[in-house]
């Protein structure tokens, strides 16, 4: 019985002695990361907060879209997108667009249409499929820009 008892403690000991190594003295290393080839634009630290906190809409306009088509509810739908539709573009600082290179502020224009495409739609000839492929239209233009285009503050 007190083989059994001192061979447990030997075993738990080196367990714990195990973990604690792996815990305080490994894991250290940097990820290999694949190569960024996206071209940075430099933005003075007020707008790039506001591209930023745009983008982030963005995502919350999708999922309140989803969430319309989930519900097969139009007027949500029409709601969410008519945020960041047109007029939201109205509000866009000069400063911004003189900094932003050309495809870029395309790529941004486009994605303000086709917001403004979907609530068009909801509102007036509301099919969930057409509102599902004008979102994959969406969600491309996002991810061309995200593959070409990061932001740095100056
Ligand atoms: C005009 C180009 C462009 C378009 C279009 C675009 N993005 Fe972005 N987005 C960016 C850039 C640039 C960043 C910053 C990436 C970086 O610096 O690593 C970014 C960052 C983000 C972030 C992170 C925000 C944060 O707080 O860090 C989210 C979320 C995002 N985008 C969502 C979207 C969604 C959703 C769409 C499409 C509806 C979209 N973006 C369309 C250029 C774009």
Redesign the pocket.
Known sequence: MKKVLILTTIFFAITTFALAYILLFTGTEMVKNEKDT?IT?KYAPDLRNL???E??D??EV?SEIQQGLAEDNPEKIYKAALRQGDASLRDTPVRLLKL?PLP??Q??F??HHIFQAIADSAKTNYKPKTTIKQMAA??N??IT??RT????SE
């Open positions: 996206r634009v591209v930023l906190s983008m982030r963005y995502l999708i932003s870029c502020k790529m941004g486009a994605g969406l969600t233009n996002c820009c995200h285009y990061k932001v740095a």
